[in-house]
């Protein structure tokens, strides 16, 4: 019977592990405004932003992604880009981090296009 109160707690401690459970800001809120070689706002141009954190990431192969127009003013305001991670992530970033270290051309950390 002791044994398994320690094998429900080792279970539900690993099962806790992998929840998310902290919000970490990859990108903040930001905006630009686009002008032409005059000074005049160019309304209605396309601007891509992505946005990955590759400490946090490194398991997914993709970036997030998404395109916005410029308004009347030639304004494109960016939301703030927040993920949310398990503490298992948080620990296997420490660790690849160190590791990394070692390559100078390895990618970590936040990054944004």
Same mark, same amino acid.
């Given at each position: 019977m002791r044994n398994i &109160?320690?094998?429900i707690i080792a279970l539900v401690l690993g099962f806790l592990s992998f929840v998310p459970v902290v919000t970490v800001n990859v990108v903040p809120e930001w905006s630009?405004?686009?002008v032409d070689e005059t000074g005049e706002p160019v309304p209605n141009a396309r601007v891509d932003q992505s946005w990955k /954190? =590759? +400490?946090l990431e490194f398991f997914l192969s993709r970036h997030f992604d998404e395109s916005l127009s410029s308004d009347a003013d030639g304004i494109v305001r960016f939301p703030v880009r927040d993920i949310q991670v +398990?503490?298992?992530q948080m620990v296997a970033? &420490?660790?690849r981090g160190i590791i990394l270290r070692i /390559?100078?051309?390895a +990618? =970590?950390?936040p990054g944004s296009l």
């Open positions: &109160k320690w094998i630009l405004r686009l /954190d =590759y +400490s +398990s503490t298992i970033a &420490k660790i /390559d100078p051309h +990618s =970590y950390g």
